[in-house]
């Protein structure tokens, strides 16, 4: 399962991401989100962990506190196409 974590302090970086998420099972993939132009992170990341286990990281993490601040913890939807996003290719 897929985690979408907001209000991630300026400092914090991947690997203290996934410090914070690992005592709740097995972190597979662990990003905090960079601005491209800027290079500064955007203050929210995802964290891949087995369902069980995210399930229980969502519950014991959403508001705690990381790096200074509380942080939002949830499970991450599917992105959307929107108006600005360009239509998908048909084969052919």
């Known amino acids: 399962m897929n985690i979408y974590i907001v209000n991630l302090s300026p400092g914090t970086s991947d ?8 005592p709740y099972g097995t972190v597979v993939f662990c ?12 203050g929210y990341g995802f964290v891949e962990m087995a369902d069980t ?12 506190v990381l790096g200074g601040q509380p942080i939002r913890v949830m499970e991450a939807r599917p992105k ?6 360009p239509a998908p290719r048909r084969a052919g």
């Open 15 to 22: 690997a203290a991401l996934a410090a914070h998420f690992s």
């Open 31 to 42: 990003r905090v989100i960079i601005d491209k132009y800027t290079g500064l992170p955007k």
């Open 53 to 64: 286990e995210a399930l229980a990281a969502i519950a014991a993490l959403d508001n705690s």
């Open 80 to 85: 959307e196409l929107g108006a600005g996003s």
